[in-house]
Antibody, heavy 118, light 111 residues
Framework: QITLKESGPTLVKPTQTLTLTCTFSGFSLNTGGVAVGWIRQPPGKALEWLALIYGDDGKRYSPPLKSRLTITKDTSKNQVVLTMTNMDPVDTATYYC??????????WGQGTLVTVSS | QSALTQPPSASGSRGQSVTISCTGTSSDIGGYDYVSWYQQHPGKAPKLMIYGVNKRPSGVPDRFSGSKSGNTATLTVSGLQAEDEADYHCRSYSGSDNYEIFGGGTRLTVL
């Protein structure tokens, strides 16, 4: 079955760079039309899409955050990495990675809470 | 890129039906049949309930249904049960900037 799990720091300081890793199993990113995306959710607030990467290395980013985001993949390790620069307290959120196919985010990781504070 | 518009709250008694709306624009909901709905219980990850406007993944009860008219998508939950109490989020693809857009979320209370 498809599973995804996020990992990374739980606390980062303002202006630092956040690096999150999504480790997945049960599917291959080399399969046509399959992608892995990142979505975040500040406490008590809405979901916000961040970035997406396909097996052919095609990438898409949220326009407002594009300058701060980089998404990469390591197909041999079944991992997708998201980096976000210049972190701010407003970036405090639970960060999820999710499997996407046929225009649907169908499987999600459990999420990881990242707090931005000095 | 504004979020899709959902009512902040909805409620219904056990056994009744409730609808939750999700309003966008012709660039997202109105332009594509890529609307999906997610259920999220407190402290849990979102769970896919509806995709492609009105399709249910395996294992989702048929009490959950989806529809779309113009720029507005609707989730209907029939025969409300206690376990349906959760937050519900809609999501669409937006072709104007080639991105994914979510709604603000609706908290469903089962009375």
């Amino acid at each position: 079955q498809i599973t995804l799990k996020e990992s990374g720091p739980t606390l980062v300081k303002p202006t630092q760079t956040l690096t999150l890793t999504c480790t997945f199993s049960g599917f291959s990113l080399n399969t046509g039309g399959v992608a892995v995306g990142w979505i975040r959710q500040p406490p008590g607030k809405a979901l916000e899409w961040l970035a997406l990467i396909y097996g052919d290395d095609g990438k898409r980013y949220s326009p407002p955050l594009k300058s701060r985001l980089t998404i990469t993949k390591d197909t041999s390790k079944n991992q997708v990495v998201l980096t976000m620069t210049n972190m701010d307290p407003v970036d405090t959120a639970t960060y999820y990675c999710a499997h996407k196919v046929n225009y649907v985010f169908d499987y999600w990781g459990q999420g990881t809470l990242v707090t931005v504070s000095s | 890129q504004s979020a899709l518009t959902q009512p902040p709250s909805a409620s219904g008694s056990r056994g009744q039906s409730v609808t939750i709306s999700c309003t966008g624009t012709s660039s997202d909901i109105g332009g594509y049949d890529y609307v999906s709905w997610y259920q999220q219980h407190p402290g849990k990850a979102p769970k896919l309930m509806i995709y492609g406007v009105n399709k249910r993944p395996s294992g989702v009860p048929d009490r959950f249904s989806g529809s779309k008219s113009g720029n507005t998508a609707t989730l209907t939950v029939s025969g409300l049960q206690a376990e349906d109490e959760a937050d519900y989020h809609c999501r669409s693809y937006s072709g104007s900037d080639n991105y994914e857009i979510f709604g603000g979320g609706t908290r469903l209370t089962v009375l």
